[in-house]
Nanobody
C-alpha cells in the first residue's frame, strides 16, 4: 500500500501563488508516475498535471499551462505543484495520484493511489 498526503493548500488572492506538496509513504516506488487532479464543487475531477517517474516528462492541462508547474524529488518521495497567477476558477480540492504503470494521463482510472486532497481557495 502507498499513502499519499497533500499539503500546502489555503486561501490566496487572485494573482497569488501556492506550492502544493504530496508526500508518499508505505510501499513507495520512484518508478510511479504521479499527477495532480482537482475537483471543484459540482464538477468532475479533472487532470491538472502529470509527471513521469524520471521527472523528464511532464504535461499540464491547457487551463493551467504556463501558470502551474509539476515537479518531483524522488529522494524525498515528494511531488510538488507550483501554482502561480492563481485565478478564482482554480478554486478546488487538489488531489495527488500515483500510477503503478509508470504512465500518466488524464484518465482517473489509471491511478492506483490517491491522497485525501487539499483545499485551494482563490478570492477575487
Amino acid at each position: 500500500q502507498v499513502q499519499l498526503v497533500e499539503s500546502g493548500g489555503g486561501l490566496v488572492q487572485a494573482g497569488g501563488s501556492l506550492r502544493l506538496s504530496c508526500a508518499a509513504s508505505g510501499r513507495t516506488s520512484s518508478t510511479y508516475a504521479m499527477a495532480w487532479f482537482r475537483q471543484a464543487p459540482r464538477k468532475e475531477r479533472e487532470f491538472v498535471a502529470g509527471i513521469s517517474w524520471t521527472g523528464r516528462s511532464a504535461n499540464s492541462a491547457n487551463s493551467v499551462e504556463g501558470r502551474f508547474t509539476i515537479s518531483r524529488d524522488n529522494a524525498k518521495n515528494t511531488v510538488y505543484l507550483q501554482m502561480n497567477s492563481l485565478k478564482p476558477e482554480d478554486t478546488a480540492v487538489y488531489f495527488c495520484a500515483a500510477s503503478v504503470s509508470g504512465y500518466y494521463d488524464s484518465v482517473t482510472s489509471r491511478y492506483n493511489y490517491w491522497g485525501q486532497g487539499t483545499q485551494v481557495i482563490v478570492s477575487s
